[in-house]
């Protein structure tokens, strides 16, 4: 079963909440990760693009992509674990050393948090990955429950992920928004029963996001005030 990060709610009652994607929604994630792939790639002499990185890495898990990328260029060394540790290497360091403040993503969660919605998060981070992100966000590991997600092989997150977050949070799927920034979770989201607006990134935003309720550039004043109507709206 997926790790919690932190206790269940001993609240029985339902709850509406949030869910999302924490290192893709509060940092440059997949920007980093692209960068990260790109520098480790390059020692093997694989220059990483764009149009590389959605074929391969978008859809799927880091390892299933590196295995691919590997089998279909004739680098099989790739599907070596340590190709895949070098990226997480570079990545999470990328994402440790970020300074930039997600002040759209603090004022939402914190407005959330003030009309009683609770939030939880999807994660592929360490703990203390997790704990300097919450600190960004002027979070507590008491405001948010915090899931790690395992490598399933397949684009993260499932809808599998989500149904056990809304399990270990007590609440009911149709009572659980995500923002979502690939079309893959908004998919997943979907098929987990739960209502959706997406919030792509510079190497998502060409995805079909169709059945999500809102696709929003960024989390702006008009942005939140959207979302709080969304996750209110049951």
């Not at 002040?103 to 981070?125: F, K, V």
């Not at 704990?131 to 993260?156: C, Q, T, V, W, Y």
């Not at 799927?173 to 979502?180: D, G, I, K, P, R």
Request: hydrophobic share 45%; net charge negative.
């Amino acid at each position: 079963m997926d790790a919690a990060m932190n206790p269940q709610s001993d609240s029985s009652e339902p709850m509406r909440a949030l869910f999302f994607e924490l290192e893709l929604l509060a940092t440059s994630g997949r920007e980093f990760l692209y960068s990260a792939a790109e520098k480790v790639l390059s020692k093997h002499d694989i220059a990483l693009t764009p149009a590389l990185f959605a074929r391969y890495f978008v859809p799927s898990s880091l390892t299933t992509a590196v295995r691919r990328l590997g089998a279909d260029r004739g680098t099989p060394e790739l599907s070596s674990d340590g190709v895949c540790d070098a990226i997480r290497s570079v990545y999470v360091e990328m994402i440790q050393h970020d300074d930039h403040e997600n002040r759209g993503l603090i004022a939402l969660t914190h407005d959330l948090r003030s009309h009683g919605i609770e939030l939880g998060a999807l994660t592929c981070l360490d703990q203390d990955s997790v704990a300097n992100l919450l600190e960004k966000l002027n979070l507590s590991p008491d405001d948010i429950h915090i899931m790690a997600a395992r490598d399933h092989g397949r684009a993260f997150p499932t809808a599998q992920d989500w149904l056990t977050l809304a399990k270990q949070m007590g609440t009911s799927t149709a009572l659980c928004t995500v923002a979502a920034t690939s079309a893959a979770a908004c998919k997943s989201a979907l098929c987990a029963g739960m209502r959706c607006f997406a919030v792509p990134d510079s190497l998502t935003s060409f995805q079909d996001f169709s059945g999500a309720d809102y696709v929003i550039e960024s989390l702006d004043i008009a942005a939140e005030k959207l979302v709080l109507k969304l996750v209110e709206a049951f």
